[in-house]
């Protein structure tokens, strides 16, 4: 019903920056949030971000102060405004999309892209 496609991910100095992109297709119109979640080695995936349809956004607290994600609602893209990157956040980074896919009974479902590496490196 939804596809996800991440891109913008790639290798960058501590302190550098990055943004991120997503790009929703198939039945969109029924998306009523939108996150990016990371997942490094070893560990499990966490959230990042999340933005709903209408704008509110959520962070967790280590990105904080660092990262905005944003939301092009006419376009069906996401971003992930990353500065002042550090090496813990190394990661592969994967968008998320959560969608309603009935009314009766009311029913989500979560979408999730491929995921793109961002490698924060010396």
């Known amino acids: 019903q939804v596809q996800l496609v991440e891109s913008g991910g790639g290798l960058v100095q501590p302190g550098g920056s990055l943004r991120l992109s997503c790009a929703a297709s198939?039945?969109?119109?029924?998306?009523?949030?939108m996150g990016w979640y990371r997942q490094a080695p070893g560990k499990q995936r966490t959230l990042v971000a999340t933005i709903t349809s209408s704008g509110i956004t959520n962070y967790a607290d280590s990105v904080k102060g660092r990262f905005t994600i944003s939301r092009d609602n006419a376009k069906n893209t996401m971003y992930l405004q990353m500065n002042s990157l550090k090496p813990e956040d190394t990661a592969i980074y994967y968008c998320k999309a959560a969608a309603q896919v009935q009314l009766v009974p009311y029913q989500t479902a979560d979408y999730w892209g491929q995921g793109t590496q961002v490698t924060v490196s010396s």
């Open positions: 198939g039945i969109t119109d029924m998306i009523y949030e």
